[in-house]
Nanobody, 122 residues
């Protein structure tokens, strides 16, 4: 399994970005997917997760109402639409795949992408 995250960049506060994560390997639709982020000097934190079917999602409280996770099993991809971005959203964002469920705990994920940097200026 390989995951390739993309779509990061520099954006002003209040702006939007859409992150993408391309999956290759075993059947994508059998994996739950998650997005995590890690800011400099901070621990990795949960952002959002989605079930294998896309029918269930969960979000961290800090992003709920601003971020939307989605997936397209036909395209082997998962997305994170980020709106109303804040400087505190600045971090490296990672996508991850879980063989079991759409957890919020990073250690429950089996495969990780390389990360994409999101920088939000004030």
């Amino acid at each position: 399994v390989q995951l390739q995250a993309s779509g990061g960049g520099l954006v002003q506060a209040g702006g939007s970005l859409r992150l993408s994560c391309a999956y290759s390997g075993r059947t994508f639709s059998s994996y739950a997917m998650g997005w995590f982020r890690q800011a400099p000097g901070k621990e990795r934190e949960f952002v959002a997760a989605i079930s294998w079917s896309g029918g269930s999602t969960k979000y961290a409280g800090s992003v709920k109402g601003r971020f939307t996770i989605s997936r397209d099993n036909a395209k082997n991809a998962v997305y994170l639409q980020m709106n109303s971005l804040k400087p505190e959203d600045t971090a490296v964002y990672y996508c991850a795949a879980s063989r079991t469920n759409y957890y919020s705990d990073y250690y429950q994920y089996d495969y990780w992408g390389q990360g994409t940097l999101v920088t939000v200026s004030s």
